[in-house]
C-alpha cells in the first residue's frame, strides 16, 4: 500500500523569502508519480507541480520546485520568493502508475505567508 | 474545456433525506474520482471508476452512499439517508491513466450540510 507523510501542520513564511513543505512517501511500485496540489481558502484544488520516479532531474514550474531524494523517499516543496497569494493548503500525493491513476494523498501543510 | 463541472456547488438538506451529487469529467477522462473532505479525517477517497466500471469503492463509509457512472460523461453520488455526519464538501476529479504524468483534474466540489 502507499502512503504519504506530511509533517507539518502549518508552516509561516516571510513574503518574498523561500520556503520548503516536506512530504515522504513509502511504497513497493518500482514505478510512480509524485504531485504537488494548491488548495487556497475558495476550496478549489489546484495541480502545481509533478515528478516521476525515474525522472533524473527535479521538477521545476516558475517558483515551485520539488527536491526530488529517491533513496529517502522524499518529494519536498520549494516555494522560492513567497507570494501572499501563496497563502494556502498544500496537498502531496502519489500516484499509482498501475491502479487507473489513483492517487493517495497526504493530510496537507498550512502555509501562511506574512507581509 | 470547461473542467471538471459539478452540481449542486452548495446543498442544504435536512437528515434523513436523499442527496445526489453529479459530476461531468473532462471530455476524454476515462477514470473518475469521488472524494470528500472534512477538517477532522482530511481527504478522503471514496470510490472511483476506469472506463465507466467501478474499481475500488472501500472508500465509501457505509450503505447509505452509492455511486454511478452509467456513461463517460456523468457520474453520480448519492446519499440514503444522510446524516448531519455526512457534512463535508465532495469532490470529483478524472484524469487519463495512459501517462505516468496525468495528473488528477478536480472540480469546484460540492459543499454539503445536512442539518
Known amino acids: 500500500a502507499q502512503k504519504i507523510t506530511q509533517t507539518q501542520p502549518g508552516m509561516f513564511v516571510q513574503e518574498k523569502e523561500a520556503v520548503t513543505l516536506d512530504c515522504t512517501y513509502d511504497t513497493s511500485d518500482p514505478s510512480y508519480g509524485l504531485f504537488w496540489y494548491k488548495q487556497p481558502s475558495s476550496g478549489e484544488m489546484i495541480f502545481l507541480i509533478y515528478?516521476?520516479?525515474?525522472?533524473?532531474q527535479n521538477a521545476t514550474e516558475g517558483r515551485y520546485s520539488l527536491n526530488f531524494q529517491k533513496a529517502r523517499k522524499s518529494a519536498n516543496l520549494v516555494i522560492s520568493a513567497s507570494q501572499l497569494g501563496d497563502s494556502a493548503m498544500y496537498f502531496c500525493?502519489?500516484?499509482?502508475?498501475?491502479?487507473?491513476?489513483?492517487?493517495?494523498f497526504g493530510d496537507g501543510t498550512t502555509l501562511t505567508v506574512k507581509p | 474545456d470547461a473542467g471538471v463541472i459539478q452540481s449542486p456547488r452548495h446543498e442544504v438538506t435536512e437528515m434523513g433525506q436523499e442527496v445526489t451529487l453529479r459530476c461531468k469529467p473532462i471530455?476524454?477522462?476515462?477514470?473518475l474520482f469521488w472524494y470528500r473532505q472534512t477538517m477532522m479525517r482530511g481527504l478522503e477517497l471514496l470510490i472511483y471508476?476506469?472506463?465507466?466500471?467501478?474499481?475500488?469503492d472501500s472508500g465509501m463509509p457505509e450503505d447509505r452512499f452509492s455511486a454511478k457512472m452509467p456513461n463517460a460523461s456523468f457520474s453520480t453520488l448519492k446519499i440514503q439517508p444522510s446524516e448531519p455526519r455526512d457534512s463535508a464538501v465532495y469532490f470529483c476529479?478524472?484524469?487519463?491513466?495512459?501517462?505516468?504524468?496525468?495528473?488528477?483534474?478536480f472540480g469546484p466540489g460540492t459543499r454539503l450540510t445536512v442539518l
Open positions: 476529479a478524472s484524469t487519463m491513466p495512459d501517462r505516468d504524468s496525468n495528473e488528477q483534474f
Open positions: 515528478q516521476g520516479s525515474y525522472d533524473q
Open positions: 471508476f476506469n472506463n465507466n466500471v467501478p474499481i475500488d
Open positions: 471530455s476524454g477522462h476515462n477514470s
Open positions: 500525493a502519489m500516484r499509482d502508475n498501475t491502479n487507473a491513476g489513483k492517487s493517495t
